[in-house]
């Protein structure tokens, strides 16, 4: 249900019989329920124009309002403002309707876009780090969402797998030999190594700038110990994908290298645009206004990252036909993402309709706000991260008596590896993050497990009620009247928060709309006794869609609910 646009729509026909020919803004939502539950602020606006006081407008369009349907009541305040009751009739109605559908009534886009998320983006000569996984969760939120809103979402994994130190690892990989996979486990480690041959040992480091070119020009034995690599390297990033339950494939990748043939020819297209200009030996785009070009082709013939990504940008635009791109990378790379997307669509790689967009996020901190490393200043390596967020998850629950071993092993994982996403998805992503323990496995606050256990709790509502729930949402209160609103909400939060790429969004959302369920049931109760048969229904029937609507939003998050906790 896009319920702002049915708002809009009665406030429109509304200035339509008014005879007032102009669009209104949009309502917004009250910022007190003694305003109503929406305002329209437009009036105000319109004075100017129409030479006319603004209250006299704001009488006006209520005059002409239609308050039989979606709207009961309305009322001028203040300057000119309109607050605007929903009629609860109509709530009610709505939220029946949500709960008798699969998707809670959530349309799918009339527009679908074909949407590229860039994501993830490990890099294969080194450890996947934390930041990736920000990138990792926030990019597999996005294609979750835009999928779910009816886009057509094509993953792209831009794995980090070509450049001059792969002639230095793979040198390495073929002296260990076969059993290079173990040692390999650990890639800080092997590089580390391969690192320590290549500077001690002369020969060694001939052998590995040797076979930088021989892997360049196609050598099939280099390129079989390279591809020997990236197939264990990539291995050890799914293993984090898979306790993710992240959705990222072998398909979903499309390699730096993917593009190697195509970069003399963004260099040649660009020369032959006349937008390139050389400069101290190096064949660059100038842009007006920037002062550090964008360098697509180094003095010694070798590309850049950027050249990669300008082949890439016209590959997803022209190939894969999108109309989205969104690179979820991190904010330190604005700079890089601004000059390519213009270099881009300004010489027509990219079409003039496409959507580029940097969905930058900050940096992850430790509690004391340094960037986040190990305790003897190493790189935190994500797979001992997520280890140690089941363990820690664990913890939490191990006093439940109720549970067996398994399922309490089970219950640990869903809630560690959601609390890990969620407190990284709740935050503005462009803000730095400050990665805490107690703080994300908390029952309190705007965290994963007092999302999991509010659910929980409406569960166990329903294991003590297992008759049959017949009879209808009758919104008896000013609380009901409040959280039927908010379930109808629902859309216009995902729709933003899609439109902004801002997860963020949508946690806010699922943490107010739980504490208000909460808060609710306190007043609220549901099965005692003296609570009248049509009121208990009605109440059920607001718990149960409260329920879906929850799982529904942490499904979107990746994050899996459990029905005990
Ligand atoms: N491998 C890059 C890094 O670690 C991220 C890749 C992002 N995607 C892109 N198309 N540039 O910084």
């Avoid at 213009?342 to 004391?368: Q, W």
Wanted: proline content about 2%.
């Amino acid at each position: 249900m896009k319920l702002k646009l049915q708002i809009n729509q009665v406030i429109k026909d509304a200035f339509f019989k008014a005879g007032i020919d102009e669009e209104p803004m949009s309502v917004t939502n009250a910022t007190k329920s003694a305003f109503g539950d929406y305002q329209f602020n437009g009036a105000m606006a319109l004075s100017k124009k129409l030479s006319k006081n603004p209250r006299e407008i704001a009488s006006q369009i209520i005059e002409s309002l239609d308050l039989s349907g979606i709207l009961c009541k309305a009322e001028i305040a203040g300057p000119g403002f309109i607050n605007l009751w929903m009629n609860p009739l109509w709530i009610a109605e709505q939220c029946q309707i949500a709960l008798g559908d699969e998707r809670l009534d959530i349309g799918k886009t009339k527009t679908p876009n074909r949407v590229v998320v860039d994501y993830s983006g490990p890099n294969m000569a080194k450890q996947m780090h934390v930041g990736h996984l920000r990138s990792t969760i926030i990019g597999d939120t996005l294609a979750s969402l835009l999928t779910f809103l009816g886009d057509e979402v094509i993953r792209q994994n831009h794995i980090g797998d070509w450049g001059t130190q792969f002639g230095m690892l793979i040198a390495y990989l073929e002296e260990i030999g076969e059993d290079g996979s173990v040692s390999l486990k650990d890639l800080e480690q092997f590089y580390k190594d391969a690192k320590g041959r290549f500077d001690v040992d002369p020969s060694f480091a001939d052998k590995a700038r040797e076979y930088v070119v021989k892997i360049q020009s196609g050598d099939s034995h280099c390129l079989e110990l390279w591809q020997k690599f990236i197939d264990i390297s990539l291995g050890h990033c799914e293993e984090i994908y898979e306790k993710l339950s992240v959705n990222l494939t072998r398909e979903d990748v499309r390699a730096e290298s993917f593009y190697n043939d195509e970069l003399p020819k963004v260099v040649a297209d660009l020369a032959s645009n006349g937008t390139l200009k050389e400069s101290n030996g190096a064949q660059c785009v100038f842009l007006e206004g920037d002062e550090i070009p964008v360098i697509v082709q180094k003095g010694d013939g070798g590309y850049l990252y950027a050249t990669t990504d300008l082949a890439a940008l016209r590959y997803r635009a022209k190939t894969l036909e999108a109309k989205r791109i969104s690179y979820v990378v991190d904010a330190r790379q604005a700079g890089h993402f601004k000059q390519v997307f213009r270099v881009a669509k300004e010489s027509g790689f990219v079409g003039e309709d496409v959507h580029l967009e940097h969905v930058g996020f900050g940096t992850m901190m430790d509690k004391n706000g340094k960037p986040f490393k190990t305790r003897d200043g190493g790189t935190v390596k994500l797979i001992d991260l997520l280890d140690e967020a089941v363990v820690k998850a664990k913890e939490t629950i191990k006093n439940k008596e109720d549970y067996s071993d398994s399922e309490i092993n089970a219950l640990a994982k869903i809630i560690g590896i959601g609390a890990v996403k969620y407190a990284d998805l709740s935050i503005n992503r462009e803000s730095n993050y400050i990665f805490n323990w107690d703080k994300m496995l908390s029952f309190e606050g705007n965290t994963s497990l007092y999302m999991q256990y509010a659910y929980a709790r409406i569960q166990s509502i329903f294991r003590k009620y297992d008759d049959e729930i017949k009879g209808e949402i009758i919104i008896g209160d000013d609380l009901e009247h409040r959280l039927a609103l908010m379930l109808l909400r629902f859309e216009d939060v995902l729709t933003r928060a899609a439109r902004d790429a801002s997860p963020h969004q949508i946690t806010s959302y699922l943490y107010e709309l739980a504490t208000l369920f909460m808060r609710f049931y306190e007043q609220n109760p549901i099965l005692k006794s003296d609570v009248d048969e049509e009121t208990k229904m009605s109440r059920l029937l607001l718990a149960n869609l409260t329920a879906k609507t929850i799982k529904q939003g942490l499904a979107l998050l990746g994050i899996e609910v459990v029905d005990k906790l």
